[in-house]
Nanobody, 124 residues
C-alpha cells in the first residue's frame, strides 16, 4: 500500500499564504500523477491542481480556474512528494485539502491512494 502524509494546513487571513505538503511512502514502483483536491462544507470534492510525473524538467501542471495565478503545484526531484503553494488566499478557499496520487506497483498501473486531508481555513 501507499501511505500519504499531509501537512501545512491551518488558519490564515484573506490575502495570506500557506504551503501544503504531501509525502508518499510504501510499496510502489513509481508515483505517476499527483493531485490536490479540496472539499468545502456541503460541497462536492473538486480537483484543485495536478502534476504529471514528467522527466528531468518536471511534469506538466493543470489548475482549476478558481485558483489559477494564485496556487502553484510542484513535486520533489525524487517525485514522491507534492506541494501546493497557495497565495492570495480567499475565504472561498476554505476547505479540507486532500492529496491524491496515481501510482504503479510492479506491472499494475493506475492505482490510487488518498491522504487523510488537511484543513485550510481562510478568515475574512
Amino acid at each position: 500500500q501507499v501511505q500519504l502524509v499531509e501537512s501545512g494546513g491551518g488558519l490564515v487571513q484573506a490575502g495570506g499564504s500557506l504551503r501544503l505538503s504531501c509525502a508518499a511512502s510504501g510499496r510502489f514502483s513509481s508515483i505517476d500523477d499527483m493531485r490536490w483536491y479540496r472539499q468545502a462544507p456541503g460541497k462536492q470534492r473538486e480537483l484543485v491542481a495536478a502534476i504529471t510525473r514528467g522527466g528531468s524538467s518536471g511534469g506538466s501542471t493543470n489548475y482549476a480556474d478558481s485558483v489559477k495565478g494564485r496556487f502553484t503545484i510542484s513535486r520533489d526531484n525524487a517525485k514522491t512528494a507534492v506541494y501546493l503553494q497557495m497565495n492570495n488566499l480567499k475565504p472561498e478557499d476554505t476547505a479540507v485539502y486532500y492529496c491524491n496520487v496515481i501510482f504503479t506497483r510492479w506491472t499494475t498501473s493506475n492505482l490510487d491512494a488518498w491522504g487523510q486531508g488537511t484543513l485550510v481555513t481562510v478568515s475574512s
